[in-house]
């Protein structure tokens, strides 16, 4: 390696055959120019990193030469073809302000309305919503009380809503946001406390509803005619597991194990039974991707924001609710949407397949 004409491995290779060839430097002194050497050797080495050969990005290079972009007959910017995305005039606004003319200003004279210049200001209101439930007690001449049925799912003193517990779980699951964030978003923006062990739960809950989906998910890929498989590393409290994926156009199913190979596949409860075309990337174990690629890669995302998953159980979790919300977008269903419905006991009317039956 060479920095500005001098050759680097040369010189420290000459520098440690002199040490060598000193008989009059102790070993106390030997060993403190070698420690020397060793740290200059690293020094210079990172010097000598650029992106082909190291994590660092293109941008890092010295006097890097910028490719030039391919010319087109394209004007800059959005395109006569771009789909875009802008506000729409509503016609039925939540609030209606109306402005009076100041007539003080008017020159004299009689004047009538002819009707109304409008715009519309779009801006949310967020805000803390508490129900209070008063179940009514009647008491006949006897004494004897009655008391009305508070609604199902209404069983404490003080409780979360099912609003709460799916935003929750669409802020940790679908967007990723650690559970620390997720408590100062609900006191900051609410004034509701929530713990992470409130959170965790809620996420749980939105498992153990999911397990008939999980049961149907599997039953359609299964009898899919295509499929595509992927798995990526994991890391799980500081140890190394896998995340696997099964996926087509509509179903997506994700499975967290210990393994990579055949056992995890046949504890995934998939492949095994599967007797269709399977499209991978030609990993071995797999039987026969840019599908599987591409469900798989929000995994990838997950790892990089949180770092690891803390047990098999919020891996199973995660893998759980994360292949619904990836189902239900293939089904044209937005996550809130989607979670919002799964805690007040309901699922997308997901299209059957021959010999399957509704959950």
């Not at 179940?135 to 809503?161: C, H, M, W």
């Not at 992470?196 to 989906?213: R, T, V």
Request: contains cysteine.
């Amino acid at each position: 390696m060479k920095i500005e004409n001098i050759d680097i491995e040369a010189a420290v290779e000459n520098a440690r055959n002199l040490i060598r060839e000193d008989r009059q430097l102790s070993a106390s002194s030997k060993s403190m120019f070698e420690l020397l050497i060793l740290i200059i050797t690293l020094l210079a080495n990172r010097l000598g990193l650029n992106s082909r050969n190291s994590s660092k990005p293109p941008s890092s290079d010295p006097n890097r030469k910028k490719e030039p972009r391919n010319r087109t007959d394209k004007k800059p910017g959005g395109q006569n073809d771009h789909v875009g995305t802008t506000l729409k005039r509503v016609d039925k606004p939540d609030k209606i302000e109306v402005i009076k003319v100041d007539q003080g200003q008017l020159p004299p004279g009689v004047y009538k309305q002819v009707g109304f210049d409008k715009r519309q200001v779009f801006d949310i209101n967020i805000s803390r919503v508490v129900t209070e439930y008063r179940a009514e007690i009647l008491e006949d001449k006897e004494g004897n009380r009655f008391t009305a049925s508070f609604p199902a799912g209404v069983t404490k003193a003080v409780q979360y809503g099912n609003g709460i517990k799916a935003h929750s779980v669409y802020m940790s699951q679908f967007q990723m946001i650690p559970y620390n964030w997720i408590q100062d978003h609900f006191a900051d923006q609410f004034h509701i406390p929530v713990c992470e062990g409130s959170i965790f739960n809620f996420n749980k809950e939105a498992y153990e509803l999911l397990a008939g989906f999980e049961s149907r998910v599997k039953a359609e890929l299964i009898a899919s005619d295509h499929a595509h498989a992927d798995e990526t590393g994991i890391n799980m409290g500081g140890k190394g597991h896998w995340l696997h994926s099964v996926s087509n156009a509509l179903w997506t199913c994700f499975y967290p194990h210990e393994k990579r190979g055949m056992e995890a596949m046949i504890a995934m409860g998939i492949l095994a039974d599967f007797n269709g075309v399977l499209c991978h990337d030609h990993w071995k174990p797999y039987f026969t991707n840019n599908q599987g690629e591409n469900d798989i890669r929000m995994t990838k995302v997950q790892q990089k924001i949180s770092g690891c998953f803390r047990s098999m159980e919020g891996a199973r979790m995660f893998c759980r609710v994360r292949s619904y919300l990836s189902t239900c977008s293939k089904h044209g269903v937005k996550a809130s949407q989607a979670l919002e419905m799964l805690f007040n006991g309901k699922l997308p009317d997901f299209p059957l397949i021959a010999g399957l039956k509704k959950i």
